[in-house]
């Protein structure tokens, strides 16, 4: 122990090869005659007692009848990283707990020893993780940082089967390159074993699915569906509600706070904005009439048979055309060029589970939210898989959470 005023600095620990025991090659692991021996290295250890812990050892080099001169196998690292592999699980798992910034402050080291070790965890993981019996897969865009440009955007796959839920890939941008690049990371195998396939009516992604995945059905998401509701009917209140404050004041101001009452579920509105919104409904404002069609469509769900859904799509999307609103065709013309797709629907009931991919992309918010203090892009990938991947974990010669 080193120190001043009898409070230790750190604790380092000396370790020593075994007299009657040779070194064994980094390479193939077999016992092998001894070489010579290497100056001593430091590697970074748990903190014992909260004061940080260093192995001090000098290596052996050993002559391995097949791999010539190499160092020796050494249990505790992990090629030249100057941190045990036990250190490194014990600051990866609190990652998962804590941001990074927080990690390397409570262990006492740094940011930049937090990152790494959680990217040797995630690698780890990653090539030893099991792709087998993949067969229902959603696809998607999430928006990134600030601004929507290309590189705003990082497409995602998951896993949705309902006996595994996980990250199965993520990469930059949401183009063909993208999502193609994705299913050559998980390979033909994964890919043509598809059954299910879920997405949102994103062309470029429609259109590699249909290349790629053609035995698999294609899904629909209902959560994409009903989010493109969403945007049309807000899309329709603010043009009103711009019209509205050209004329007058009053009316712009009323329509300004039902906004969220609108994009709730008719049954959980209650109270107040429960008043606000059947005023709203015997108005003729096209807010309302947007609403009520938005509304209407949650009934297209409930069908059991796809041809009974088919006609009620047909009659919505008859209506919506009529509405003399622009933002409300627009969703139905783009739900008449996927109809196929979104009666798919009903042929995978019961076989995936239509909150997944909200689900996940709602953890994903909340790891790319949080303020873990990502630098760059790749530390950010590292955290997703490292929280959402379900990756399997290093064995590692000491465990301490
Ligand atoms: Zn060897």
Known sequence: ???????????????????????????????????????????????????????RYAPRRVQCSEHGVVIEHIPWSDGKRPVTRAMMAFLARWARR???????????????????????????????RQLRGVQSIGVDEIHWGHGLRAHNFLTVIYQIDAGCRRLLWVGKRRSQASLRRGLKALGPDVVKGLRFVCSDMWKPYLEVIA??????????????????????????????STRLRAKSKQAAQRLKHIRWSLL???????????????ALLASKLATARAWDLKETFSYFWHYKSHIWAGAFLDYWCF????????????????LRAHEPLLLNWFRAKGEISNGAVEGLNNKIRVVTRRSYGFRTYEAMEIALYHNLGRLPEPESTHRFC
Not at 1 to 27: F, N, Q, T, Y
Not at 217 to 233: E, G, M, Y
Request: hydrophobic letters at 35%; aromatic letters at 10%; one cysteine or more.
């Open 1 to 55: 122990m080193h120190g001043r005023k009898g409070r230790p600095e750190s604790i380092a620990i000396l370790v020593e090869p075994h007299r009657g025991m040779r070194g064994r090659c980094s390479r193939c692991r077999r016992p092998a005659p001894g070489y010579d021996r290497l100056p001593e290295r430091h590697w970074l250890f748990v903190p014992l007692w909260g004061i940080p812990t260093y192995f």
């Open 98 to 128: 804590l941001s990074w910034r927080e990690t390397a402050r409570v262990f006492q080291t740094s940011w930049e020893t937090v990152y790494r070790s959680v990217e040797w965890f995630v690698e780890w993981g990653l090539q030893h």
């Open 211 to 240: 290349a790629q995945a053609g035995q698999a059905l294609h899904v629909l998401d209902r959560f994409h569906i009903t989010s493109h509701l969403n945007q049309a009917v807000d899309q329709v209140r603010r043009a009103e």
């Open 264 to 278: 709730r579920r008719r049954s959980r509105v209650r109270g107040r904005a429960r008043q606000k919104l059947n």
């Open 319 to 334: 209506r919506a055309m009529r509405s003399r609103l622009e933002p409300m065709k627009k969703v139905a013309r783009m």
